[in-house]
């Protein structure tokens, strides 16, 4: 491409050549890398904490207290309860057993590279360099309303690229306009480009150099798929035309509210909330919970976001051919039938299945019966 464009401009300008060349090659500029970003307190990962915190009560303990906010937003803290936001800690055995794996084996300094995400609790105590209390609630409470509603900016970074704030949320005082109205500014999260920043910070992740890795290694990177979708409104990688759409409009679509619930908004007959139960996927954790009202959910979620094909089929030994479609094929009883399956993933906005790249598992499951 280079050798063309080169041929182009020479064509378009005429003259000698070199001279050409010359005027159209600017001195080199060194431009500083500015993805990633340097850990700093809390590295490997990129987490920043900024602001004066409570004499009483530590950070830690602060970002662990649901039921304090629960108190007027009962709707939104039982919806996080059942999420995997609230399963993203030491109380899912899962993740319990890898993290636990990368403090064996890279040391318990390197585990806060996942602590920036799913551990703020222990992370802002200073537990994650420590053994971890198994009682204390901040050894299970995962991705917290404080978390979330604390944080002041995100960047592109990954690794838990955001700036919480550690000062106290007031309570407002219910019936005052000016309290209600501060409270409300207090809480605001950043929604910037429409609603995907606030994600951004710790749905992408990597491993490089400040884990002692000797390359760049991305592992999951959700919002740059997304990015390169049709939900984006650029139109690419689909013929049809789909609705923008961004995380906060698929994982917290607004669902009825009760009367209690004081974070609600009129609607048409009935009030309405931003869904804190994250639903996407994790059907197993609801599953392994016993949770079957959010394990429904999250398969109603899931429903008819990807399709399944079978293009062709191919039957027999001897001199086998593909038909397509394979829709009418003749069966022959005994014979060796092999099938060309397509899938494709219809309404998710990024990669499907999602997640971090190692650790995700996918099947797909075919039941082949006679007549």
Same mark, same amino acid.
């Given at each position: ?15 000698? !050549?070199s001279?050409?060349l ?10 500083a ?5 340097? !850990? ?9 904490v ?14 662990a ?8 937003? !009962? ?8 999420s995997?936001?609230s399963?993203a ?10 993290v ?5 084996? =890279? ?11 799913? @551990?703020?609790p =222990?992370?802002?105590?200073? +537990? ?5 209390p198994?009682?204390? +609630? /901040? ?10 509603? $604390?944080?002041q &900016? ?6 838990g690229?955001?700036?919480?704030? /550690?000062?106290?949320?007031d *309570?407002?005082?219910?019936?005052d ?5 501060a ?5 605001r999260?950043? +929604? ?12 992408? $992740?990597?491993i490089s150099?400040d884990?002692a890795?000797?390359?760049? =290694?991305?592992?999951? @990177? ?8 049709a939900?984006t409104?650029? $139109?690419m990688a689909?013929? @049809?035309?789909?609705?923008? /759409? ?6 917290m679509?607004?669902? !009825? *509210?009760?009367?209690k619930?004081? $974070? &609600? ?19 197993w ?7 079957q009202e959010?394990l429904? /959910?999250?398969?109603?979620k ?8 079978v &293009?062709?089929?191919?039957?027999g @030994? ?10 009418? &094929?003749?069966?022959t ?5 092999a099938?060309?399956v397509?899938?494709r ?11 971090v =790249? ?14």
């Amino acid at each position: 491409m280079r050798l063309i464009g080169l041929t182009l401009l020479l064509v378009a300008c005429g003259g000698d !050549p070199s001279a050409r060349l010359e005027t159209a090659r600017p001195d080199p500029i060194t431009v500083a890398v500015k993805l990633p970003s340097a !850990p700093g307190e809390h590295g490997p990962s990129l987490v920043k904490v900024t602001s004066t915190g409570s004499p009483d009560v530590s950070d830690g303990e602060m970002l662990a207290d649901a039921d304090s906010c629960g108190s007027c937003h !009962p709707d939104a803290q039982a919806q996080w309860a059942t999420s995997a936001h609230s399963f993203a800690s030491f109380g899912n055995p899962i993740y319990r057993f890898n993290v636990d794996q990368v403090r064996h084996d =890279l040391g318990k300094q390197n585990s806060k590279h996942c602590g920036g995400c799913h @551990d703020m609790p =222990l992370v802002v105590d200073g +537990l994650m360099t420590q053994d971890i209390p198994a009682a204390d +609630l /901040r050894s299970h409470t995962g991705v917290s309303c404080r978390l979330c509603h $604390g944080i002041q &900016a995100t960047s592109k970074d990954g690794n838990g690229s955001y700036v919480w704030s /550690r000062t106290p949320i007031d *309570a407002p005082v219910l019936g005052d306009a000016r309290s209600v109205a501060a409270h409300k500014q207090q809480v605001r999260v950043p +929604l910037d480009n429409l609603g995907t920043e606030l994600c951004v910070g710790c749905h992408r $992740g990597f491993i490089s150099n400040d884990m002692a890795m000797p390359v760049h =290694l991305s592992g999951l @990177d959700e919002p740059g798929m997304w990015r390169n979708s049709a939900y984006t409104g650029n $139109g690419m990688a689909r013929i @049809d035309k789909v609705e923008q /759409r961004t995380c906060i409009d698929c994982h917290m679509e607004r669902e !009825p *509210a009760s009367d209690k619930e004081l $974070g &609600a908004k009129p609607g048409a007959g009935t009030r309405t909330m931003a869904s804190h139960r994250f639903l996407g996927g994790h059907t197993w954790m609801a599953g392994m919970r016993g949770d079957q009202e959010h394990l429904k /959910r999250s398969q109603a979620k899931l429903e008819g976001v990807a399709s399944i094909d079978v &293009a062709g089929v191919r039957i027999g @030994d001897a001199d086998p051919k593909w038909q397509l479609p394979a829709d009418g &094929a003749v069966m022959t009883p005994g014979s060796k039938v092999a099938f060309d399956v397509v899938i494709r993933n219809l309404l998710v906005g990024h990669r499907f299945p999602g997640g971090v =790249l190692d650790i995700q598992d996918t099947w797909i499951e075919v039941e082949v019966t006679d007549k």
